[in-house]
């Protein structure tokens, strides 16, 4: 089973993929949108193309486990994605991964905004990884 891992964003998009077992977790190259459409329209053509089985977006609540303003948004883009494919479409909570993500790319030799143009597509590689554990955990996989 082939999974997409979506950290979205405003601006970027950070995107991972699962190998057919569910096991290995790789990224994708970061996609640049202007608006929220323009990401739905890229992560569909790029599950299409990928023939993934099913979709996690991360959801970032708030550390009290309320969803905010930067959550809703994502749960939008969620509901748009949905609309489009025929595939699940879930969230995962996301809370910490771009900390997460930056703490991992801080001893890479990389220039500052080469690790901004990374943190994302780190971040959706954490949420996919978080998720596919979780399963394995519950045997849903």
Known sequence: MKILGVDYGDRRIGLSISDELSIIVHGLPL?????MEEGVEQVV??????????????LPKNMNNTIGERAKIVLDFVEKLKTCVNIP???????????????????????H???????????????????????????KI
């Open 31 to 35: 996609l640049e949108i202007s608006y």
């Open 45 to 58: 053509s790029i599950a299409t193309e990928k023939n993934v089985d099913e979709i996690v977006v991360g």
């Open 89 to 111: 479409v879930v969230t995962w909570d996301e809370r910490l991964t771009t900390i997460q993500a930056g703490q991992m790319l801080s001893d890479v030799k990389m220039t």
């Open 113 to 139: 905004s080469q690790k901004k143009r990374h943190l994302n597509t780190v971040s959706a590689q954490i949420i996919l990884q978080s998720y596919l554990d979780a399963k394995k955990r519950t045997n």
